[in-house]
């Protein structure tokens, strides 16, 4: 059975349509690279998995429940899905660690001293131990990605989000950030990223999907997807954002 | 340390480091300020342990001005030529004013310890109410936004002076307040500055949700979300990581708060609670030098209000966090 299914998925922001109708599905240990110009309905797709926007219609099942009822608890939800924001958003008044151990102690119910543990050994897992006492205000901007992946992981999710972890990264920042992610990718994680790293995405995604005007316009694995699009608007995207990037990392 | 250095990450220590700084800068100001707490505990527990049974209103004062007061009524029946008879007048004059400023000293320091009572409680007090006020303003859904609106408008709206004669004429909170036990046992506060308290505390809460209210909405709408990613309620994300944020930001309007409230409290005078402004008017009835003994009671509010900015200063230096407004803004 899938661990995320999407059918057809409606969302406006009052007359705008943003998704009109996205349907499918991903399996455990998948991982989905949304691509698409800017204002296709990706990021709103992302959010509404873990309900920081809800749908308008349609389904979105996770490990086979719908998540998108009334009665679903939203709490517990967000939990199971862990999610990284492009601007990090990292609690500017808690230090590294604290970042990763307030869900830990809030959420989880971890006395103290085992959060403690449990947060080294995350910040550990994206090579920042050693910047456990620094605040945001301190780290550099592919720190402060890792510690927000790292804050994620904390919560022990089945299904990770990541929205544009790199657009707000300088170039020479990015690679850690990315390798990060590939190793998760290898570690087994079901992973939903909207980048635009065709690097990342030939290398670790199992899928691509394309996204434009609120649809999946096409959707296959990185080789074919990047090499032959079938579709001409995915086509002209790729060719766009090759031109831009200067080509491959 | 060069701007270039404090510009670096990885250098949590500079915020409480300034605080250091900054006390080894101002020695004059602590020259002055340090006699003065010196001077008023002294003076309290002279008054409530060691010399308790003296009657309140006639405390000996600590430093004797009878020859003060002898100098200069000699100065000026010294019948020196013109110029110098004026000086020597001028100078008999200040005596005068130094000896009534030292004589109504005790009861300045008494109406003091009353002013800070009222000052200090309700600030706190009021903080204790402005959270929930503010958070309900900001986060709150209709049920919990128009009230805490209504009240905070009625509050702010209304002339303070006029909340304390509701409180104590109107509703004859009195009555009621002298059931409570405890009050005005010892140096527990007596009737009226217990329904002043309250007065202030209800104002100090409206204005102060409002500085805290505007703090609040001046902390990233990303730090919620991202508190709510990981699984918090909303009351939790917003206690957690909200609050302690918009609780920092507020700080430099509440500090102004507190300062208006040192000197507001001279209002609970009207209400017959014997605080700094109080006593000054009783001795200024008593002696008719109400220039004096106001100038005298002035320097007491100076004096207060100097020492809350500093206290205010230092606890933002404290708890300042790299990076998050304040005084760990770099």
Redesign the interface.
């Known amino acids: 059975m899938s661990l995320l299914r999407f059918e057809d998925v409606r969302q406006s922001y009052g007359a705008e349509e943003v998704l009109r109708g996205i349907s499918f599905e991903m399996d455990r240990g998948d991982v989905e690279v949304v691509i698409g110009p800017s204002g296709s309905g990706k990021s709103t797709m992302l959010r509404c998995v873990?309900r920081?926007t809800e749908v308008d219609a349609g389904t979105i099942y996770l490990d086979g429940e719908a998540i998108t009822t009334p009665d679903t608890d939203v709490?517990?939800l967000?939990?199971r899905v862990?999610?990284v924001?492009q601007?990090f958003?990292?609690?500017?008044?808690r230090t590294a660690l604290g970042n990763v151990t307030?869900?830990l102690e809030?959420?989880l119910d971890y006395p103290r001293e085992e959060a403690r543990t449990e947060a080294m050994a995350q910040l550990e897992r994206v090579g920042l131990a050693d910047q456990a006492?620094?605040?945001?205000?301190?780290?550099?901007g592919g720190q402060k990605q890792r510690v927000g992946i790292a804050?994620?992981l904390a919560?022990d999710p089945e299904l990770m989000l990541f929205d544009e972890p790199t657009s707000a990264l300088d170039p020479e920042l990015i690679g850690d950030v990315l390798a990060v992610m590939r190793d998760l990718a290898e570690e087994g994680m079901t992973m939903l990223c909207v980048t635009h790293e065709m690097g990342f995405a030939r290398s670790a995604a199992s899928t691509v999907s394309f996204l434009d005007g609120g649809q999946v316009v096409e959707r296959g694995p990185p080789a074919r997807l990047f090499e032959s699009p079938a579709n001409e608007r995915t086509g002209e995207f790729l060719e766009r954002l090759t031109s831009l990037h200067g080509g491959e990392q | 340390m060069s701007t270039e250095a404090a510009d670096e990450p990885g250098e949590p220590a500079t915020a409480r480091g300034s605080v250091g700084v900054e006390l080894g800068r101002r020695p004059l100001f602590y020259a002055v300020l340090g006699p003065f707490w010196a001077w008023l505990v002294v003076r309290w527990v002279h008054d409530w342990v060691l010399a308790p049974e003296l009657n309140v209103t006639a405390r000996e004062t600590f430093f004797p001005t009878a020859s003060l007061v002898a100098a200069g009524t000699t100065l000026r029946g010294a019948g020196a030529p013109a110029p110098v008879a004026g000086l020597l007048d001028w100078l008999a004059g200040g005596m005068d004013f130094v000896a009534l400023g030292v004589e109504a000293l005790p009861q300045l320091a008494a109406g003091a310890w009353a002013t800070i009572v009222l000052t200090v409680v309700s600030i706190l007090a009021g903080l204790v109410l402005a959270v929930p006020l503010s958070v309900a303003r900001v986060y709150g859904g209709r049920a919990a936004r128009y009230p805490a609106l209504a009240v905070t408008e009625l509050i702010r709206g209304t002339p303070l002076l006029a909340q304390l004669f509701v409180l104590y004429f109107g509703l004859g909170l009195t009555q009621y307040v002298r059931e409570v036990p405890g009050v005005g046992v010892a140096v527990l506060p007596d009737t009226a500055v217990v329904v002043a308290l309250i007065g202030f505390t209800i104002n100090s809460a409206a204005y102060q949700s409002e500085y805290i209210r505007s703090a609040l909405l001046s902390v990233d709408s990303g730090q919620l979300t991202a508190g709510r990613a990981i699984g918090l309620s909303k009351v939790d994300a917003i206690r957690h990581v909200v609050l302690p944020q918009g609780l920092r930001f507020a700080i430099p309007g509440w500090s102004n708060e507190l300062v208006y409230l040192i000197k507001y409290s001279s209002l609970a005078s009207f209400i017959t609670v014997r605080e700094l402004f109080f006593r000054a008017e009783e001795i200024g009835n008593a002696t008719y030098r109400f220039v004096e003994v106001y100038t005298v009671a002035a320097l007491f509010y100076i004096a207060l209000v100097i020492s809350a900015s500093a206290v205010m200063s230092y606890v933002e230096g404290r708890v300042a966090i790299p990076g998050l407004g304040g005084k760990g803004r770099r």
């Open positions: 873990n920081l709490n517990d967000r939990r862990g999610m924001f601007d958003n990292l609690f500017a008044h307030l869900g809030e959420v006492d620094s605040y945001p205000a301190e780290l550099s804050r994620a919560m």
